[in-house]
């Protein structure tokens, strides 16, 4: 490639990066806003909204929410998503594409499908309007990506490995916990880092799933921006770009660290 391809082509990825991240430079600096309504560029600096944010009880039990139910469904979501790759990697199951194609639909179907078919599913049980409901439905959106970011580990996992362990007499749970445990680690924190950020996000599900109780920080914030647009919603937007952008350098680093011990295996 010439010189003046290379050129446009990092001109049009700037560009690109800059669409992506303009509404960033927005919501940021409108959440330091001294004022109490929406002027860019803020008239004066202040604290205000997030101690808002930090006060308000509504505000508070949204976070708890979001926290309790993010965790326990990233728990379930990476044991089920490392037995399910495990499996799939493991056995010659027949229809076996078919079976990846089903677990991998939470992350290709419509996710108003989901919650519209997961809350005719859990009202008979008892478990709309709960945390555990929610918990439930997280861990099932979450579980495609741990089951990805596994599959992905396993590719580089040398299976001799498992033999000599059989053979120095080591049984399936010692074997999968001292050899191959160690080495797809890093693949399955990269799961749950994505299946927490997924939850993180989620909206739709809690507005169809979840009662008064069971409010998260992004139905929170939809919540507000029908009823008044106050920055209170920027500081809790700013909160979680600055998780998700944690989870997405953690992710990476976690990525990195995974490719360098599949090279360090392979010589």
């Given at each position: ?38 002027e860019f560029p803020p008239p004066g600096l202040s604290l205000r909204w997030y101690e808002a944010l930090w006060q308000s009880p509504f505000w ?208």
């Open positions: 490639m010439s010189a003046i391809g290379r050129l446009l082509w990092v001109v049009l990825a700037a560009a690109t990066a800059l669409f992506l991240i303009a509404p960033l430079l927005v919501v940021v600096p409108l959440s330091f806003s001294s004022d109490s309504f929406l508070r039990q949204a976070g708890l929410n979001t926290l309790i139910i993010g965790a326990a469904a990233t728990a379930i979501a990476s044991v089920l998503g490392t037995l399910a790759a495990i499996g799939l990697w493991l056995a010659p199951l027949p229809g076996r594409r078919a079976i990846f194609a089903l677990i991998l639909s939470p992350m290709i179907v419509p996710v108003i499908i989901t919650a519209v078919a997961l809350t005719f599913a859990f009202a008979p049980l008892g478990l709309a309007a709960s945390h555990w409901g929610l918990i439930l439905a997280h861990a099932a959106l979450g579980a495609p990506f741990v089951v990805v970011t596994v599959l992905a580990t396993l590719s580089g996992f040398d299976r001799t490995l498992l033999r000599a362990a059989a053979a120095c007499g080591a049984g399936p749970v010692t074997a999968f916990r001292r050899v191959m445990l160690p080495l797809i680690l890093p693949g399955v924190v990269s799961g749950a880092v994505f299946a927490f950020a997924t939850s993180l996000d989620e909206t739709v599900v809690v507005l169809f799933l979840g009662g008064p109780e069971q409010r998260t920080l992004p139905r929170q914030m939809f919540a507000g921006l029908k009823d008044t647009i106050e920055l209170t919603i920027l500081a809790a937007a700013t909160v979680l770009i600055a998780a998700s952008t944690v989870l997405l350098v953690a992710a990476r680093l976690l990525a990195a660290r995974s490719a360098r011990l599949a090279g360090g295996a392979a010589r």
